[in-house]
């Protein structure tokens, strides 16, 4: 099982859940961190697919990542001006 938290310092990091189900050892093992964005993280989420995480940050911007390598695939502002979209 993954997991993926969305932190107040303004990254994503992936971890491992250990199944307990065969008593093994509960918790969750540290993978990844995605690049800090410059804004705090308040949301993260699997796409359906489970390939790409989508993250939103204090700042109204959305991102979207590869899970497998962190990689920024696309960053969208959305304020008070509309929205724009980067691709990386």
Do not use: P
Request: include cysteine.
């Amino acid at each position: 099982q993954r997991l993926a938290a969305a932190c107040d310092d303004g990254c994503v990091r992936l971890y491992t859940v250990q199944d307990t189900s065969n008593g093994g050892r509960s918790g969750a093992d540290y993978k990844k961190s995605f690049s800090t964005v410059g804004s705090k993280m308040l949301s993260v989420a699997w796409t359906a697919e489970g390939r790409e995480l989508v993250s939103g940050a204090a700042n109204g911007s959305i991102y979207v990542w590869e899970a497998s390598t962190g990689s920024q695939l696309l960053h969208i502002t959305a304020g008070a001006g509309g929205l724009r979209k980067e691709v990386e």
